[in-house]
């Protein structure tokens, strides 16, 4: 049986309110030990807490999203930094820049970014980064913040790009997206990519894999996700699986992830 981690998703979405016990254990029973939920908001911070608190193998992570920037005020930032101290999640964020959605002003966001990549580096926690149409500016604001670690989650920019990233120790994440056989530069992205440099994620609700196209999306199809890298990287399943568990593992420094146990 595969240990996989869900290393980013939005498990406490209302999408998941009427079967959450249902898709915790569809999670469990395709191998999803631990899953990483990154927040978007300070107003929804507590119910992530809860649902994080309610089952084994899941890890918050908190923090103010970009494409949520309407609801954010600079006090949050404070507010965040108690949370990192009284909570102790694994990482910050969802954080980062989104240059796709209209009406989020860029400097804006940038403010909240650089105040979380702020605390990251105080706290010596690593951030969940989101680069929508803006990979380059996330780029050139983390080499103001030497040392900070971290994930460009749902990566989808170029080789260059990658390359840069990893040279920071900044680690990418793939999900459905990559399943898609439209997107040619990703998949042959991936065939390149270090082992060590990436992880996988479901981003559920959101970005289902092709082969769940149009329904909501959740932890237990990251089996898909990583069907599609072995496939592409032409690699046993298994050592994706090892290789992507560590990496995860490693950068939000999560226990001994729970074993699989007797079926
Ligand atoms: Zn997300």
Known sequence: MLALIDSHNHFDDGSFDPDRDEAYQR????????????????????K???VAARYPGLYPSYGL?????????????DELADWLVRERPVAIGECGLDYYLPDLDPDVQADYFTGQL???????????????????????LVRRFQGVRGVVHS???????????LD?????????PLTYARATRLRGLI???PLDGFMLETDSPDQPPSNHRGTRNEPAFLPDVLACVAELR????????AATTANAHRLFNLPDVPSPGPH
Not at 155 to 165: I, K, M, P, T
Not at 168 to 176: E, T, V, Y
Request: aromatic fraction near 6%.
């Open 48 to 50: 992530l807490k809860v």
């Open 168 to 176: 920071l120790g900044i680690l990418l994440s793939f999900g459905g």
């Open 234 to 241: 032409g690699a046993d399943p298994a050592e994706i699986a």
């Open 118 to 140: 702020r605390l990251a580096r105080r706290h010596d926690l690593p951030v969940i980064m989101h680069a929508r149409h803006a990979v380059d500016q996330v780029i050139k």
């Open 191 to 193: 065939r390149y990519l």
């Open 65 to 77: 999203h970009p494409a949520y920037l309407a609801e954010h005020h600079p006090e949050h930032l």
């Open 155 to 165: 990566f989808s920019g170029s080789e260059d790009q990658a390359l840069r990233l």
């Open 27 to 46: 999670a469990r029973a395709a191998g999803v030990r631990a899953q990483v939920l990154a927040a978007v908001s300070a107003r929804l911070w507590p």
